[in-house]
């Protein structure tokens, strides 16, 4: 089931409240898809693209690697968290939460 993704994401650390609501980015380019995973398990996936996804492209300390799927670069953490850039410079992103093993994922982006 796909829908428009309406996600609040905030970056950095906050001290207060009134900090937090400054560092608030809404992302509203992408979608998510809720349903079972390859396991059978209960999983959210997401994927955002535009300038959203550039941002935290940007802000993601791992490092950057070749995409074999898209031939551009890509970023992913230890969870599976993930952002490339494709060859057109168009940035996407994509993760997913798996709520039987209470953990985020790849998500549904793949080759």
């Excluded at 609501?21 to 955002?48: K, L, S």
């Excluded at 070749?66 to 992103?93: L, Q």
Aim: net charge negative; with cysteine; charged share 15%.
């Amino acid at each position: 089931m796909l829908r428009a993704l309406a996600v609040v994401l905030t970056f950095g650390l906050m001290a207060s409240h009134a900090q937090a609501q400054d560092n608030i980015v809404p992302i509203t380019e992408g979608f998510q898809q809720i349903g079972p995973n390859v396991e059978g398990q209960p999983e959210a996936g997401f994927i955002i693209y535009g300038p959203s996804a550039r941002q935290m492209y940007q802000m993601m300390r791992s490092p950057e690697q070749h995409d074999h799927c898209t031939e551009g670069k890509v970023k992913m953490d230890p969870s599976g968290f993930n952002c490339g850039i494709d060859p057109s410079g168009e940035a996407t992103c994509s993760f997913g939460y798996n709520f039987a093993n209470q953990s985020v994922t790849a998500g549904p982006l793949t080759c």
